[in-house]
């Protein structure tokens, strides 16, 4: 099967049942999204598919064919960081960094959505864990985007 990841398309050969994560971690080497819990609750393995947040390790590999799948290494473009993720850094966002890739992909999707979200916005979106409790670095960075009127 075929893939468009991080706008390449690239080949596979693997059973159509394998979760989208392990098809990206271990058959395409993209290690961005994270295992975490294997049942889609901690967002550790999120990554955009057609710009909807998706949690990869219970997603089918063959329900991503024909569709734009985005992992964290490919928000950047042309070695410039997208302004989420440099709002990840201009706030100090991340202690451990695991859950991290997912939370900057949730929080691109939210932006594209709602540009100027409000604090429940954020809450309601943002239901990825983390395990060090980044959670108002999180928000002030999404709200620092959003203030800069920047388009997720």
Not at 5 to 13: A, H, S
Not at 33 to 41: D, E, L, N, R, T
Not at 69 to 85: C, F, M, R, S, Y
Not at 95 to 113: F, H, R
Request: charged share 25%; aromatic share 4%; hydrophobic share 40%.
């Amino acid at each position: 099967m075929k893939l468009d990841v991080n706008r390449q398309v690239r080949e596979l050969d693997v059973e159509p049942d394998m979760p989208l994560l392990w098809a990206l971690r271990d058959e395409l080497d993209v290690k961005g999204p994270k295992f975490g819990c294997g049942v889609a609750q901690c967002g550790a393995c999120t990554v955009l598919l057609n710009g909807e947040p998706v949690r990869s390790c219970s997603y089918p590999v063959s329900a991503a064919v024909g569709q734009k799948v985005v992992t964290i290494e490919g928000l950047a473009q042309k070695d410039k960081l997208h302004p989420v993720q440099q709002a990840w850094i201009d706030h100090q966002v991340p202690q451990c960094g695991y859950c991290q890739g997912g939370q900057i992909l949730v929080a691109v999707a939210l932006l594209k959505k709602k540009p100027k979200p409000t604090d429940q916005d954020i809450d309601a979106a943002m239901g990825n864990i983390c395990r060090c409790g980044t959670y108002a670095r999180i928000r002030t960075a999404i709200h620092a985007v959003a203030k800069k009127g920047v388009r997720a």
